[in-house]
């Protein structure tokens, strides 16, 4: 292995400036220069990449480079903030090659918002409502996350984020432009949700928000809370203008078809009609239990209230009639939807089933067994369909006749722990806890296809090959496993692992007791080498393992001294191998044979990820000190400390042209950064627990981000 930091021979600037038409014997060499102008462009890393060798150069003043060398290769050359054509060029023996440079433009950051969601709700979904045009499904769920489903197919094509607890319930305005949602810690959100955008945050209430319910001429949105009060806003002005008092939890609340009076249900099995020309209550009646469900029918003074018990009961408010109950639920009632044109109510329970009730002859047409508790049902605006979801985090989509489920929104059924975009920018992948791997047509929003059978525990790292040929994996099971481009299986498995010595009852012996796994412990990171022939892999058996990919044979491994690995990070030339985990040191290596050549020190805490320049001259790290280093490795120095983080910062990315970088942190935050300025562009807050990994798209245009 040879590797060259600025190697420019006399013979090339001969050679070059003398025009020779003939390439010199045994050189690869060439000139990169500016598009604008055709002048040579300094200072450009050449990355040239063959069969176990690897050279780094760089271009004089006129932007010549050169090498000595023979045989197959690839070329690449790389400087931060600028873009080439071509972007890699193959050589055989010797010759020469030209490039063009062109410098790329500043990204505008403060217009990224999120563009699309390739899953499903991660935790139980608390809310669903349909938009005015029945195109779309809002969906509330407590991870912290608003879905916007296409009912059409099923697929979620994006996501609110902006509140820091579970979300708990759902109201669109009438005319359908506005979204608002209450969550677990008292807020309330209103979103313009067709562009992403919160427009209104309301903090009046102090415990859970329960319901909401906007005014039929949507000028005031109702809010109930287990504070004891159901609160009224005026949304155009974003102030709260009212509050009504109870005695208890506030658990449900409805306005009438015509906008007069609201109904609310406390814990306290007590319903009340408020008069909202005065504020005043005008009516109240005991239930059988606490009220959990209201629904007004929308064209009459009909009340639908369920309870604790599981009874419905159905009352003409203002009537001396006698209400009507609806029996048949063994649990409680945990929502009740009238249908547009009042002929039908549906009605959720914890028993789980969903029922649906025809009014005109006051009995239950239709019953569904549900496989879960569910939490959420909704009607379209057509009244032929309706969207079902709970504890299951799936959303359900029913057509009325014949009565049927129609799509099921699903995605990964718990937390996605890692991200990789194929080189093409075409297929995105995610691996996840629950052992199953999906490929995401980038192009159409839309799941592909889905890899499963090889992993027994969750999975936790994921990454393509260069040449976007092969994907492998690691995870909690302690294999790695070798994936066909297409995801229709695993080609390899890797086990052929270096012998550890250990003690047992007998004495001491070199021995490997589990011959069927890649690592003693959990795989962790796993990162190719450029050209394809190998993958490293970290582990919490405090090893960093070298593979041969097409042999599944490991050839090298490197011990750390002070405990587990968490990322392991091939430089873009392949010469170098950086690793960290335990400890606050960076460790960089040469990795054939395995040779410590660099220690980096400057992190106070331990080391969670790393992240090389796509020129190879700049290494990033993240720890849990809450900060991010970036790493001058020619020098072996400190180049720039970026903080501002306040958690544990969980991954760093550079951008495709390594001006940027992206980080993610336990802080629930995402952060945009000048690489040398050092200066924060951009601010994404919201993402719950925090950030488990990104991905930019190769063209740089999108970033993908996994919450924890």
Known sequence: MKRTTALILSLFLMLFTAGCEKDAENIIAGRIVLESTQAGLEGVSVLVIGAGEYYTLETDKDGYWGVEAQGDFTVIPRKIGYSFR??????????????????????????????AILRAHTQRVSAVVWSVDDRYILSASDDWTIGITAAADGQMVNSLLGQSSAIKSLALSPEGSLLASGAKDGSIAIWDWRAAEMVHYFSGHTDWVTDLAWSPDGKSLASSSWDGTVRLWDVAAGVETHALQHNGWVLTLSFSGDGRFLASGTNGAFVSIWDLADLQKVKSWEAESGVTALAWAPQDLLLACGDRKGGISVADVFSASEAVDLAGHQGEINNLSWSSDGKILLSASQDRTVRLWDWER????EKILAQDNILAAAWSFDGRRFALGGNNREIGIWRIEPLERMLTVTGHKTLVKSLSWSPDGRLLASGSADRVIKFWDMAANQKEKTLTGAHVEAIETITWSPQGNYLASGGQDRNIYLWDKDGERALAHFTDRFKKPFFHAEGFEFAVGLRNVSHEDWVLSLSWSPDGRYLASASWDETVGIWDAAAGKQLEQIKNQTGWIRSVAWSPAGSLLAWGGDGNDIHIYSPRPAKEVMVLKGHTGWIRDLAWSYDGKYLASASADETIRIWDIEKGRELTKLAGHTDLVTVVRFSPDSRYLASGSSDGTLRLWDVFSGRELRLFSGFGGGLEALAWSPAGDAQMMMLL
């Not at 023996?93 to 790329?104: D, K």
């Not at 006051?362 to 047409?365: F, G, L, N, P, V």
């Open 86 to 115: 071509p972007a890699q060029s193959e050589i055989r023996g010797a010759g020469r090659l030209q490039f063009t440079a062109e410098a790329e433009p500043e990204s505008d950051f403060s217009k990224w918002r999120a563009a």
């Open 362 to 365: 006051r009995e239950e047409a």
